[in-house]
């Protein structure tokens, strides 16, 4: 089945034993033997049941849509109308405006899937965006594609950005600080992901915790002065292989030569994700006037596995569809997969929600808070990995 992940290669690190939460949000983890078959007749008896059933799952699917709204003081009241799992990143930015308006946010991987969508939420909403991607004629088109359908030229920008470089991330920096030393930036989102088969980075790093990580931990490090929010893009990934706890060491001592044969990229990106929560964690607890935020947005139709298939997520969501239809059929009605521009939304949640509301370090999914793995609170292992972050990329935090 294309969803599941391979199990071989290196031995997932250390685990906690710790429950694991909403596990069946982990798709990949799903499994469903299918609906027994019964021979009997029907008869007229048998309508009753179905009619209980019906009103039942009504009464279910109701409660689901209202409990996961979250409705704020000064949100619009046709807020409550969309339930926040379903709601657009423009009516999302839409709650708040005011967060946005006029107010300057620096992107990540900004010109494919979510970060598309959330980019364009936020010039909808009025505010200003500086974009950051690796490929320099994909940011020109993209800072000239958004001009032209916001009709805007002073309202958004790009630059190069190469999370697999640190030099890269540097350079950019460079560029975000010289450009708008008079601006702060009300947001930077650390959206740019990875998940690929085993590679380096520039410096050496496993690819996935270099650019999903460390790459953004130098970009938050280097912009810290000027920045007073982060929001960095997390998964459910993170509660895969029974959600273990992090394993610094491993990142410290990998190396491609030693460390290639075996590898399990989705072992990685497990990892890479989980390591996302608790380095927001981490930021927020060293510097207090920091917020920030880690947020799942859901799984959505992207380019995300274009590295390890030769599928788009579509085809992947279709044949998840096709091997699981049963989970499909009952839970498919109010967990359908997002689309980009719902999957973006608790990513402007997070960002533009007012200071009071915000639960800084938090974890959120469907525009609300959500309830992450044990392995994620453990602040043992957020310190650890901050310190690490901090080391390798000590040569170009200057
Ligand atoms: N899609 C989902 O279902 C899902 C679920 C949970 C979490 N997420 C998270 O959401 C975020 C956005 O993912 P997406 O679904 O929108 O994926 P996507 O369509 O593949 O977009 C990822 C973006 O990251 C950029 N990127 C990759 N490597 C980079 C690097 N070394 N330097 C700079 N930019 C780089 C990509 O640029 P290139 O095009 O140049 O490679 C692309 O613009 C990721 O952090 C992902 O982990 C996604």
């Avoid at 003081?73 to 807020?79: F, M």
């Avoid at 930077?188 to 915790?209: R, Y």
């Avoid at 912009?223 to 895969?240: C, D, E, G, I, Y």
């Avoid at 959600?243 to 190396?255: E, H, I, K, T």
Wanted: glycine residues 8%; proline residues 4%; contains cysteine.
């Amino acid at each position: 089945m294309i969803l599941a992940r391979g199990t071989s290669g290196r031995k997932a690190p250390m685990t906690t034993g710790s429950e694991v939460v909403d596990q069946r949000e982990d798709v990949l983890l799903v499994s469903s033997d299918g609906p027994k078959v019964h021979n009997q007749k029907m008869s007229s008896y048998s309508v009753l049941p179905g009619l209980l059933f019906a009103a039942l799952f009504l009464v279910l699917l109701s409660f689901t849509c209202l409990s996961s709204t979250t409705v704020t003081k000064n949100q619009h009241p046709g807020a409550l109308l969309v339930p926040a799992r379903k709601r657009t990143a423009l009516e999302a930015a839409n709650l708040h405006p005011e967060n946005i308006k006029g107010k300057l946010f620096v992107i990540t991987g900004a010109y494919g899937g979510i970060g598309t969508e959330t980019t364009k939420a936020i010039l909808g909403a009025g505010g200003r965006v500086v974009i950051g991607g690796r490929s320099s004629d994909k940011v020109q088109e993209f800072v000239h594609s958004l001009s032209l359908e916001f009709n805007t030229q002073d309202r958004v920008d790009g630059y190069v950005l190469d999370l697999a470089d640190l030099e890269s991330v540097q350079m950019f920096a460079t560029n975000v600080l010289e450009t708008y030393k008079d601006d702060s930036i009300q947001g930077l989102i650390n959206n740019a992901g990875v998940v690929a088969p085993v590679a380096a980075t520039k410096q050496g790093l496993e690819l996935q915790m270099g650019v999903n990580v460390v790459g953004h931990f130098l970009l938050a490090k280097l912009l810290l002065p000027k920045t007073r929010r982060q929001v960095w893009l997390t998964s459910t990934a993170h509660l895969w292989d029974d959600a273990p706890r992090l394993d610094v060491d491993y990142y410290r001592n990998w190396s491609l030569e030693k460390d290639a044969e075996g590898f399990d990229y989705w072992a990685a990106y497990q990892q890479s994700k989980l390591a996302d929560i608790l380095i927001a964690k981490e930021f927020s607890r060293r510097y207090p006037q920091l917020e920030t935020a880690s947020c799942h947005p859901g799984m959505i139709y992207t380019d995300m596995g274009k590295h390890v298939y030769d599928e788009t997520m579509f085809d992947i969501v279709l044949d998840f569809i096709k091997e699981y239809p049963f989970v499909v059929a009952t839970e498919g009605f109010w967990r359908p997969v997002k689309s980009p521009q719902e999957g973006a939304s608790t990513t402007i949640t997070a960002v533009s929600l007012p200071s009071n509301e915000l639960i800084s370090g938090g974890y959120y999914k469907d525009c609300a808070v959500g309830k992450a793995s044990q392995s994620a609170s453990n602040m043992d292992d957020a310190k650890a990995l901050f310190d690490w972050c901090d080391e390798v990329t000590s040569l170009y935090q200057s």
